[in-house]
């Protein structure tokens, strides 16, 4: 299923295929009314909006030129012309480029051009195929842009299915050995469980928790706070992160050891108290990761403080894109605080897009910076 884009860059939900069971869905349970400027909104939010992807049928796709680089997808982008997204989903099952590029397109472009969809069977194959840490292939970041890419063509189910398949299949040296990007990857399960059916969640999560259990059973008591820096990307201590919120992120998220537990492990805390704590012990400094507006569901309006003081200190994305990538991923937050945060983004290289977003949600806005001690004189001229 697609979603279609409507007026000012704003996605429709409705067909997202990453919310294909949002009736019946697990994290529907938080569920927040109001959060978003309406109920489809509301329901992303709940499933974990922005980390999914919104297949688009509209836009047309800038596929690549055969002997230019390997496409990828943006790292932040939340809607995807589904013939880039199918193309990038294949990519990630050919044999990748060893010597002559020419000679390896010619030989994989027919796999390349297909068009029929992506099935779930493909879809698990893939994964099974890329989700192995000895598979020898480099994968690249933006392989977690393309999961999400992969569950906007197949659904959640599949997805969930394939990443507890491949936890399944790693060996007790796999699980415990560091690995930085695979823990990366692995730790999008914890949004695609947000997204299956309640009955799928629970029979999903006690495989997993057999799997977090293989190592957790290694030691003689409870299982131990991290007590090195480097072992937060151990994969079992990912595990541990999604299946076990706030105890999880305490013993075994990224800056657990040295008691600073970072933005990205509270991820999947459903405790505001706790999320909030962890933006703040870091006294603005967003250690080099990219922005997160989850967090703002999951923290509330302290969250959106803390932001406004970090639009400047973010690297990831580049200075060139972060004003783009900040309106797209806040746009739907109905809090009052977006109205000060959204200002700030009046003065970026996305004042053009800030704007729109004001004369958008006008109602909305307008009462509110005329509270704000601040000059709004050029947003309120906008919408005049």
Same mark, same amino acid.
């Given at each position: 299923m697609a979603a279609k884009k409507k007026a000012r860059g704003e996605l429709d939900f409705s067909n997202a295929a990453a919310l294909q069971h949002a009736d019946v869905a697990f994290g529907r349970r938080y569920l927040k009314p109001g959060f978003g400027f309406n109920e489809a909104q509301d329901v992303a939010w709940a499933l974990g909006w922005p980390h999914f992807t919104v297949i688009d049928d509209v836009t047309k796709p800038k596929l690549p030129?055969?002997?230019?680089k390997l496409f990828m997808l943006p790292d932040f982008a939340l809607s995807v012309p589904r013939a880039e997204a199918t193309f990038a989903v294949r990519l990630l099952s050919l044999p990748r480029v060893r010597r002559d590029y020419k000679e390896w397109v010619e030989k994989v472009r027919p796999q390349l051009e297909r068009t029929d969809p992506v099935s779930a069977d493909e879809a698990l194959e893939i994964l099974e195929i890329n989700l192995n840490p000895d598979c020898g292939f480099y994968l690249q970041q933006h392989f977690r842009r393309t999961l999400f890419?992969?569950? +906007?063509?197949? +659904?959640?189910?599949?997805?969930?299915? +394939?990443v507890t398949r491949a936890f399944e299949r790693l060996s007790l040296e796999q699980l415990t050995t560091r690995n930085v990007e695979f823990a990366r990857f692995f730790s999008t399960l914890g949004f695609f469980l947000l997204r299956v059916p309640e009955t799928e969640h629970a029979s999903l999560t006690e495989r997993l928790e057999?799997?977090?259990?293989?190592?957790?059973?290694?030691?003689?008591?409870?299982?131990p706070p991290l007590d090195q820096v480097e072992n937060h990307s151990?994969?079992?201590?990912?595990l541990d992160v999604i299946l076990h919120g706030k105890l999880g992120a305490k013993r075994s998220g990224d800056g657990a050891a040295r008691g600073k537990v970072t933005r990205a492990s509270s991820l999947f805390c459903h405790d505001q108290e706790f999320v909030v704590a962890c933006a703040k012990q870091w006294e603005g400094d967003p250690q080099g990761s990219p922005p997160f507006s989850r967090l703002v569901f999951l923290g509330g309006e302290e969250i959106l403080e803390c932001e406004r003081e970090w639009v400047e200190r973010y690297v990831d994305p580049d200075r060139k894109t972060l004003g783009q990538v900040l309106v797209a991923h806040y746009a739907n937050i109905r809090l009052p605080g977006i109205v000060p945060f959204m200002l700030r983004l009046v003065d970026s290289t996305a004042k053009k897009s800030a704007l729109a977003?004001?004369?958008?949600?006008a109602d909305f806005a307008k009462p509110l910076l005329e509270d704000l001690d601040a000059d709004v004189s050029e947003v309120l001229a906008h919408l005049a």
């Amino acid at each position: 299923m697609a979603a279609k884009k409507k007026a000012r860059g704003e996605l429709d939900f409705s067909n997202a295929a990453a919310l294909q069971h949002a009736d019946v869905a697990f994290g529907r349970r938080y569920l927040k009314p109001g959060f978003g400027f309406n109920e489809a909104q509301d329901v992303a939010w709940a499933l974990g909006w922005p980390h999914f992807t919104v297949i688009d049928d509209v836009t047309k796709p800038k596929l690549p030129e055969w002997q230019g680089k390997l496409f990828m997808l943006p790292d932040f982008a939340l809607s995807v012309p589904r013939a880039e997204a199918t193309f990038a989903v294949r990519l990630l099952s050919l044999p990748r480029v060893r010597r002559d590029y020419k000679e390896w397109v010619e030989k994989v472009r027919p796999q390349l051009e297909r068009t029929d969809p992506v099935s779930a069977d493909e879809a698990l194959e893939i994964l099974e195929i890329n989700l192995n840490p000895d598979c020898g292939f480099y994968l690249q970041q933006h392989f977690r842009r393309t999961l999400f890419a992969m569950e +906007g063509l197949v +659904g959640p189910s599949a997805m969930a299915e +394939g990443v507890t398949r491949a936890f399944e299949r790693l060996s007790l040296e796999q699980l415990t050995t560091r690995n930085v990007e695979f823990a990366r990857f692995f730790s999008t399960l914890g949004f695609f469980l947000l997204r299956v059916p309640e009955t799928e969640h629970a029979s999903l999560t006690e495989r997993l928790e057999a799997v977090f259990q293989r190592v957790a059973s290694t030691f003689s008591g409870d299982v131990p706070p991290l007590d090195q820096v480097e072992n937060h990307s151990q994969l079992w201590r990912v595990l541990d992160v999604i299946l076990h919120g706030k105890l999880g992120a305490k013993r075994s998220g990224d800056g657990a050891a040295r008691g600073k537990v970072t933005r990205a492990s509270s991820l999947f805390c459903h405790d505001q108290e706790f999320v909030v704590a962890c933006a703040k012990q870091w006294e603005g400094d967003p250690q080099g990761s990219p922005p997160f507006s989850r967090l703002v569901f999951l923290g509330g309006e302290e969250i959106l403080e803390c932001e406004r003081e970090w639009v400047e200190r973010y690297v990831d994305p580049d200075r060139k894109t972060l004003g783009q990538v900040l309106v797209a991923h806040y746009a739907n937050i109905r809090l009052p605080g977006i109205v000060p945060f959204m200002l700030r983004l009046v003065d970026s290289t996305a004042k053009k897009s800030a704007l729109a977003w004001f004369a958008t949600h006008a109602d909305f806005a307008k009462p509110l910076l005329e509270d704000l001690d601040a000059d709004v004189s050029e947003v309120l001229a906008h919408l005049a």
